[in-house]
């Protein structure tokens, strides 16, 4: 879950991009070190569960700010800023624009179940002017989504116990953290459970809604409903105990 931040260099260049391009398709890649057949003996291709997982997400695999996903066995902390012990199982990379899966300690149960979360969690990184620069966004625009999610974290509880772990001495950089990372989370569970988080944090997920439906105009959220009952069935029909 681990983020970067991008350099200024690449905000300038960013900036003066045509903001009408075509959005090349988001590559897949090294995912085979991840397949692996299910007790059953059916053989499960990560790429395809990825392509699967995408469809409920905006845009598919068409990603302005992730050019790839891959995976690599190279273990990762979650970094000292953080004052979490623990592996990071995926982790956002501006400079690239990548998506990075890490090998973890998790079984092939728990990472599967853990997957699409990670993924939207770490796509939410990919759309927060937080983090990177956001094309088709004012410089006015950006300030408003921050200053209404502030507003939002001031009035409502954080429900995630993730964002709340955080701890770091520096409290300024504590903050810094908990806010792109509690955005992440709002994203996420908004796309992967909406019914909790339309419960325990209200106000995020009306958040996330309104920004969707205004950054992705074409999305359409009961179709993505509709894919993520179709993953989650496909989910619940593999046959992993280990």
Same mark, same amino acid.
């Given at each position: 879950?681990?983020?970067?931040?991008?350099?200024?260099?690449?905000?300038?260049?960013?900036?003066?991009?045509?903001?009408?391009?075509i959005?090349?398709?988001?590559?897949?890649?090294?995912?085979?070190?991840?397949?692996?057949?299910?007790?059953?003996?059916?053989?499960?291709?990560?790429?395809?569960?990825?392509?699967?997982?995408?469809?409920?997400?905006?845009?598919?695999?068409?990603?302005?700010?992730? $050019?790839k *996903? !891959?995976?690599?066995?190279? =273990?990762?902390?979650?970094?000292? #800023?953080?004052?979490?012990?623990? @592996?990071?199982?995926?982790?956002?990379?501006?400079?690239?624009?990548?998506?990075?899966?890490?090998?973890?300690?998790?079984?092939?149960?728990?990472?599967?179940?853990?997957?699409?979360?990670i993924?939207?969690?770490?796509?939410?990184?990919?759309?927060?002017p937080?983090?990177?620069?956001?094309?088709n966004?004012?410089?006015?625009?950006?300030?408003?989504?921050?200053?209404?999610?502030?507003?939002?974290?001031?009035?409502?509880?954080?429900?995630?116990?993730?964002?709340?772990?955080?701890?770091?001495?520096? $409290?300024? *950089? !504590?903050?810094?953290?908990? =806010?792109?990372?509690?955005?992440? #989370?709002?994203?996420?569970?908004? @796309?992967?459970?909406?019914?909790?988080?339309?419960?325990?944090?209200?106000?995020?997920?009306?958040?996330?809604?309104?920004?969707?439906?205004?950054?992705?105009?074409?999305?359409?959220?009961?179709?993505?409903?509709?894919?993520?009952?179709?993953?989650?069935?496909?989910l619940?029909?593999?046959?992993?105990?280990?």
């Open positions: 879950m681990k983020r970067e931040k991008e350099s200024t260099i690449d905000k300038i260049v960013s900036e003066k991009t045509e903001s009408k391009e959005i090349p398709e988001t590559k897949i890649e090294k995912f085979e070190k991840m397949d692996f057949r299910d007790d059953d003996g059916k053989e499960i291709k990560m790429t395809e569960i990825i392509k699967m997982a995408s469809e409920i997400i905006p845009e598919n695999l068409r990603w302005q700010n992730v $050019k *996903i !891959e995976y690599t066995e190279e =273990k990762k902390g979650l970094g000292n #800023e953080y004052g979490i012990k623990g @592996l990071s199982a995926g982790g956002y990379h501006p400079y690239e624009k990548i998506i990075r899966f890490t090998k973890t300690n998790h079984t092939k149960e728990e990472m599967i179940d853990r997957f699409f979360h993924l939207a969690h770490e796509w939410a990184h990919s759309i927060d937080h983090v990177v620069q956001q094309r966004m004012s410089l006015q625009k950006k300030s408003d989504v921050a200053l209404e999610f502030a507003r939002i974290r001031n009035k409502e509880k954080c429900p995630f116990s993730y964002v709340k772990k955080i701890n770091n001495e520096n $409290k300024q *950089i !504590e903050e810094d953290i908990k =806010k792109e990372e509690d955005f992440a #989370e709002s994203m996420a569970y908004t @796309l992967e459970n909406p019914l909790f988080i339309k419960l325990v944090a209200p106000k995020r997920y009306e958040f996330c809604v309104n920004s969707i439906k205004q950054r992705f105009p074409d999305f359409d959220f009961e179709k993505s409903d509709q894919k993520r009952g179709e993953y989650l069935n496909f619940y029909n593999l046959n992993i105990k280990a």
